[in-house]
């Protein structure tokens, strides 16, 4: 019997905000635990929560992305269960009137696009982080990221395989990235999924029974996750047991899921109108103020790159990995007027060396304007491509701009015809044997009179020169 399994992903995305979304602490990661907690975020009797209008401009833009239609009004909603790291008992989220509805996606998956419908987006606030001691029968309560913004967007059960899921997971992470508006950390949890997965037999239209996973914290986890999910389904379905609707959990270490609780459904959390909170108005106005403060997205970033500068898909994927890669690219591609070029030295050396030291684009020492500039003396035949790897790693490691390491180092490529034929000559009386050879028919030994040339040049002679020169000296001429 063949089974399809039927995945629908729901992933909470922290906004890159300097404050919480109903109070004026900080959002930033990394505090003393407590230390950025004030009344209104530890819901203390007596307090009333504000809206930071910021979550919701980045909501708006995130919904925009997603194609998604906004709606005129949407309500918070209190979520209520009891949880230690929950302080108010609730968590203010949107229920019944979100911010955003019926939008999609298109991701890429082994040469084929796939269109994945976004049912919801929606605003809510983050809870606490329970701290676990592994030598006492204790845990800790750290409430520094209760009430910082989150969104959540929920997909449509469009996705057949682990591999779509992930394929999905890394299209949101590269646009809620490239909008600037979450950074995507998932070690940090500001990008976290949870996965609703049920099986079926091919040809059904009826849903399975679903199971939720969750504690994934990379793509790898989500997609061995789901894959070892499917299995487990198939399995229990094969031998005549049923799948039980519940909540499980990813355990890295044991490459296995394990059941935490029953699922929940929307009546168990007990929802109703938040009283504090007055509904959200989104006029036309807003919306196209936002929209026009919209990037180019990663995807479409990549056709122009593909097209513009005619550059393979290969490379337009990997510059546009990053906002700030892509940025880099295209001022050196512009600047140098040699767009391949510029591809071959980002995606090899600047990538490499960084890579070596884990650093980012944004962190680079070599300025586009001097890699152009590199480019463009290699280009002019100012300096060879062997001296230009050597120029560009001085570049790395101090900083400099090209023409001044060329001038601190006397590298400047010869390509006066009179100094050349001095230094072929040279080789050529130096080496009366394999001249003999060379023109007795063992034309392979060509090379060896380029590579003794530029021995004597000491690499600073120009090498399509220094071929035609040999030619016609050898020749006799």
Sequence with gaps: MEYEPIIGLEVHAQLLTKSKIFCGCSTQFGAEPNSHTCPVCMGMPGVLPVLNKKVVEYTVKMALAMHCRINEACNFARKNYFYPDLPKGYQISQYAHPLAEHGYVDIELNGRRKRIGITRIHMEEDAGKLLHDEHIPS??????????????????????????????????????????????????????????ISI?????????????????????????????????????????????????????????????????????????????????????????????????????KRERFKQEYQIPLYDAGVLTSSRALADYFEEVAKLSGKPKVASNWIMGDILRFLNEEKRDIASCPILPQSLAELIRLIESGTISGKMAKDIFEDMYRTGHGPKQIIEDKGLVQITDEEELKKAIEEVLAANPVQVEQYRGGKEKLFGYFVGQTMKVTRGKANPALVNELLKKMLAGS
């Design 139 to 196: 845990s800790y309560v750290d409430l520094n990221r209760t009430g910082v913004p989150l969104i959540e967007i929920v997909s449509e059960p469009d996705m057949q395989s682990a591999d779509e899921a992930a394929a999905y997971l890394r299209r949101l992470h590269e646009i809620l990235v490239y909008l600037e508006i979450c950074d995507g950390n998932m070690e940090e949890g500001s990008f976290r999924c949870d996965a609703n």
């Design 200 to 300: 079926r037999l091919k040809g059904e239209t009826a849903f399975g029974t679903r199971t939720e996973l969750k504690n994934m914290n990379s793509f790898r986890n989500v997609q061995r996750a789901l894959e070892y999910e499917i299995k487990r389904q198939e399995y229990l379905l094969g031998s005549g047991g049923e799948v039980v609707q519940e909540t499980r959990l990813w355990d890295d270490a044991q490459g296995a899921t394990y059941s935490m609780r029953g699922k929940e459904e929307a009546h168990d959390y007990r929802y109703f109108p938040d009283p504090d909170l007055v509904p959200v108005v989104i006029d036309n106005a807003w919306i196209d103020e936002v929209r026009s403060s919209l990037s180019e997205l990663p995807m479409e």
